[in-house]
């Protein structure tokens, strides 16, 4: 499995994606001469920005297909007030960068998908402050009996042949629970 990473003056460069996002930066930034101090991502043929440096635990197989050509790009980001701008930059200098493909690049998110991401962060964090308020709450759960292998019904051969009670336990921790 292999990707293709065009970047500078027509150069090309062969990386394997089956390893770690921040593994597979940090390769693509030595082999290609970029900056230490640089965000780099790559982007597809068309300008769609695989944003990988917001998954960098993750394998990058995930996000990129084996065979593709990517552009190297540089992420430059302004901060404007409470808002923040981001721009991407190919280190591509070649030809085969069409027009459409830089306005893809960098063409704005919409007011839309900015209060889509809204939501679905206040859901996430909702549904987060129920599952902890859930799982503080201590529940029993009652012990079903079963019937006794040994030949004195009622006992129990852990205990030497005497009949034991039902034991109730906490089902967070598994403590027995006093009756």
Known sequence: MFITVRYGENKSEIFNPKCRVLLLLKAIRDKCGCEHGDTIDLADETGEVMELANHPGDYASNYLHERATFILIKVEKECEGSEEDVRY????????????????LNRRRS??????????????SHSSRLLSRTSSRRLSVPVIKSTPKS??????????????????????TGLKKSS
């Open 89 to 104: 930059l190919p280190l591509f200098k070649g030809t085969g960068l069409s027009k459409t493909f830089l306005a893809r």
């Open 111 to 124: 007011r839309i998908s900015d209060l889509v991401d809204m939501v679905s962060e206040r859901r996430t």
């Open 151 to 172: 030949p004195n019904k009622g006992a129990s051969s852990r205990t030497g042949g005497v009949p034991t009670a039902p034991v109730k336990r906490d089902l967070v």
